[in-house]
C-alpha cells in the first residue's frame, strides 16, 4: 500500500534550465495538490487538480510555472527557465474524490538552482 | 482568505515534561477543519492530530491533545510526556470544508532537552 511518491527527491538545475516534478498520488486518489515550502516558510498552496483538469491554480505563478494531472501516469509540475528564487521544497499531496478526506502527502522534492 | 498564525517561532520543553504549541486562524466560515503537522528533519509532513469545527470535543491521540476555542479562533498543541522523537517542525493548518487546499502557519520548531 504505497503513499504518495515523488520524484526525484532533489533536484539541482542551473538558471535559465527547466525542472519537472512527478507526484505519483496514492492509490484510488484522483485529487492533487501541490504545495512549495521556501526555507524557514510553511507550505504555500499552489494548484489543486483532479484527473485531466485544474480545479484551482491561484496559489502558482502565471508564468513559467504549469501543471498537469492526464488521465494515466503521474501529475507534473514545470518550471521553466528556473531562477534562484524557485529554490525550495515541492511538496505534492493526494486525497479521495469524497470531501473532508485527508490529504496524505509525499516525501517533497528538493529543487536547487544554482 | 483565511489566515493562520503561529506565534510561537520556537519552543523548547524538557524530556518528560508538557509543551503546549499555539495557534489562532480566521475566517467566517462555520464548517472547517483544523490540523497540526510534524515536518523532522526528514522533511515528511506528518499529520499529528485533526480537529472538526463541528466537534466541540477535543481531539487527543496517545500523548498528543488539542484545545479547540472555536469563538476565540485557537487551535493549540499539548505534548505531554515529551520525548526526543518529538523535535522537529509542527505546523498548525485550516481547511474550509470541501476538497480545498491546506492553510499552514509558518511554523514552531520545537527542541527536546535530554
Known amino acids: 500500500n504505497a503513499g504518495v511518491m515523488q520524484n526525484p527527491r532533489h533536484l539541482v538545475r542551473r538558471r535559465g534550465q527547466e525542472a519537472r516534478l512527478r507526484c505519483s498520488p496514492m492509490?484510488?486518489?484522483?485529487?492533487v495538490y501541490w504545495y512549495r515550502q521556501l526555507p524557514e516558510e510553511g507550505l504555500k498552496f499552489m494548484v489543486y487538480l483532479q484527473k485531466e483538469n485544474i480545479i484551482d491554480e491561484s496559489g502558482m505563478p502565471k508564468e513559467r510555472f504549469s501543471a498537469e494531472f492526464p488521465k494515466e501516469g503521474p501529475s507534473i509540475l514545470r518550471i521553466q527557465q528556473v531562477v534562484r528564487g524557485d529554490s525550495a521544497a515541492y511538496f505534492c499531496?493526494?486525497?479521495?474524490?469524497?470531501?473532508?478526506?485527508?490529504?496524505?502527502f509525499g516525501p517533497g522534492t528538493r529543487l536547487t538552482v544554482l | 482568505a483565511q489566515t493562520v498564525t503561529q506565534s510561537q517561532p520556537e519552543m523548547s520543553v524538557q524530556e518528560a515534561e508538557t509543551v503546549t504549541l499555539s495557534c489562532t486562524y480566521d475566517?467566517?466560515?462555520?464548517?472547517?477543519?483544523l490540523f497540526w503537522y510534524k515536518q523532522p528533519p526528514s522533511r515528511q509532513m506528518i499529520l499529528v492530530i485533526r480537529q472538526e469545527a463541528y466537534k466541540q470535543q477535543n481531539a487527543t491521540e496517545n500523548r498528543f491533545s488539542v484545545n479547540f476555542q472555536k469563538a476565540a479562533k485557537s487551535f493549540s498543541l499539548k505534548i505531554s510526556d515529551s520525548q526526543l522523537g518529538d523535535a522537529a517542525m509542527y505546523f498548525c493548518?485550516?481547511?474550509?470544508?470541501?476538497?480545498?487546499?491546506?492553510?499552514f502557519g509558518k511554523g514552531t520548531r520545537l527542541s527536546v532537552i535530554a
Open positions: 499531496a493526494s486525497s479521495l474524490r469524497l470531501a473532508g478526506n485527508e490529504q496524505f
Open positions: 492509490k484510488g486518489h484522483s485529487h
Open positions: 475566517t467566517s466560515e462555520s464548517d472547517y477543519y
Open positions: 493548518a485550516y481547511r474550509s470544508e470541501g476538497n480545498t487546499p491546506l492553510v
